[in-house]
């Protein structure tokens, strides 16, 4: 998969690697374990529906397994849409993923199915394979579905040594390997968070890794929107440092838009963020991100205004942030925000944000008739 990805690139190096092995299995009667010989293979046709009998006796015990398995299912499906998401540079509708998956699990039970969620290993692949729309989904669901009726027989002779090479790499390709060094540098409830999950993922499973996971994550956002309430007597000295953070007698500029974010901006929420990034072509040069009434921030809103600061650069676009208050201001420190928009570009207040932006339009005019004086 390697070398595919190198030297065949058209070709997703999966389906090289499936097909060559089990062409070598079945020429040369290799003794591998397949899923024939481990499985008996997969079953051919369709399955025929079967509307179970209702039994009130049963409900009552069911009633838990099943609330339990749909939160799961509930976290799991946005969550490979932001796996997705972040792969792709998309964004995905929640609500309409969570709405098409209740619809598909209250049917596939009738034929003998299991509960569905969105998969992180089977999204990734795709994606990696060159998916670039929700017809890639669908194609997937008509290969399987040829799978099953014409080449199930042919499947026996798959090798689990190629399925689990093929699933090692999905696994190393998912990992953002280079964010691993920005959370080490955030708080240490926070390393312990992704720490606790990320073993429980690996030595348990991914179902109570998740679940464990979310627990602490409520917990951590319980703690930090505790420590941002605060009671303290109104002084001089508050009102005056408060006059250079009103917008009011504050002209803006065409070049410039300014954002607010207003409450905490923590993991759940993040996704409002697309206010900007929906837009962002019709947008100006600068754009100035106002933090004055965030009052509190963890990774997830972090790595969600890094991506914004990506987003806009690549646009050829500027990001300023200002007005931050001590939480949200020392967490962004301690993960180093200030590689992503440049130190200069972290302002104490709305004032000091404006006339920064006024410093970078006109370099920004320079720079273009230097450039147009150098083309005549």
Known sequence: MVLAARFFKRVPGAIIVCFGATVAVALWHLPLETTGSRFGGIPSGLPHIAVPKLQP????????????????????SPFSAVVSDRMTGDRHNPNVELMA?????????????????GAI???????????KSPVAGMIHALTLLAVILFAAPLVKDVPLAALAGILFMVA??????????EILKLT???????ALTMSLTVFADLTLAVEVGMILAAFTFIR??????TVSKVADDYIEDGRAHILQNKDIPEYAAVYRIHGPFLFGVTDKIATITDNIDALPPIVIVRLRNMTAIDATGIAALQELAEMLHNSGRSMLVCGARPQPEALMREAGFDRHIGADNICGNIEEALKRAEQLQTERLAEQVAFTSKIH
Not at 188 to 194: G, H, K
Not at 224 to 229: A, E, G, R, V
């Open 57 to 76: 006796i049963l409900l009552l015990h069911l009633l838990s397994p099943a609330v339990t398995v749909a939160m799961l299912g509930a976290i799991e």
């Open 172 to 181: 190393y390709n998912m990992c953002d390997w280079a964010e691993i060094p």
């Open 101 to 117: 998956q209740g619809v598909a699990n209250i049917f596939s039970p009738l034929f003998g199915g299991l509960p569905a969620t």
């Open 121 to 131: 290993a089977r999204t990734a692949t795709n994606v990696r394979a060159g998916a």
């Open 224 to 229: 930090k929107i505790s420590l941002t309430t």
């Open 188 to 194: 240490t409830a926070d390393i312990a968070v992704w």
